[in-house]
């Protein structure tokens, strides 16, 4: 198992154009949540994908947006780039069966670092 | 609001001697804590969490709900240890994450 796999590692976007960064769940995990972590900060959460749809959101514009597909993989965009919004974006998955084992524990991926210029 | 704050931005201390890296948190429901840690060139990653009231790799923390905190501590550092180490609060499946204290151990 890979685990949770993000793509692309590294980009260099400029203001106002658009992102789309890509997350695969650790097997058998079926809840992707997305975080932004700015140079010297903690992860921030933006929001979390189960069942095909957001089920919570952290305190983001609607520039950022997001979609989960039927075999659980997931995508954050994000529209008119703005220089703050270079930071690694850290995709983790999780499951939200309680009687798993490992519940509610997240798994993150290597992270996509994007930079705005 | 849900706030996790870690005072030190960096601990730096001996092989040998105790560490403890302190973690205070404001929730108002009943907290589910974790530790995460991310050693250099590595994914941040799963230390513990105080539900399972385990030891990993020497280190423990233990809830105290009326000082609201949730301090990382271990009776003697290893140089392997030094790594930044993140304390989150699960806020239903919504973790809210400390900014991280990097820690340090000297030979």
């Known amino acids: 198992d890979a685990g949770v796999t993000q793509s692309p590692t590294h980009l260099i976007k400029t203001r106002g154009q658009q992102v789309t960064l890509r997350c695969s769940p650790k097997s058998g995990h079926d809840t992707v949540s997305w975080y932004q972590q700015a140079l010297g900060q903690g992860p921030q959460f933006i929001f979390q994908?189960?069942?095909?749809?957001?089920?919570q959101r952290g305190n983001f514009p609607d520039r950022f947006s997001g979609h989960q597909f039927p075999n659980y993989s997931s995508e954050l965009n994000v529209n008119a780039l703005l220089l703050g919004d270079s930071a690694l974006y850290l995709c983790?998955?999780?499951?939200?069966?309680?009687?798993?084992?490992?519940?509610?524990?997240?798994?993150f991926g290597a992270g996509s670092r994007l930079t705005v210029l | 609001a849900q706030r996790v704050t870690q005072p030190e931005k960096l601990l730096s201390v001996f092989k040998g001697a105790p560490v403890e890296l302190k973690c205070n948190y404001s929730y108002s429901g009943s907290p589910e804590l974790f530790w995460y840690v991310q050693y250099s060139r590595q994914r941040l990653q799963l230390l513990l969490r105080h539900i399972s009231r385990e030891s990993i790799k020497g280190f423990t923390a233990d809830l105290n709900k009326g000082e609201t905190s949730f301090h990382l501590k271990k009776p003697f550092a290893q140089e392997e240890d030094s790594a930044m180490y993140y304390c989150a609060l699960d806020h239903g499946q919504n973790f809210v994450f400390g900014p991280g204290t990097r820690l340090s151990v000297l030979p």
């Open positions: 994908y189960y069942e095909e749809e957001e089920r």
């Open positions: 983790a998955s999780s499951s939200l069966d309680r009687a798993h084992s490992g519940a509610n524990v997240l798994t």
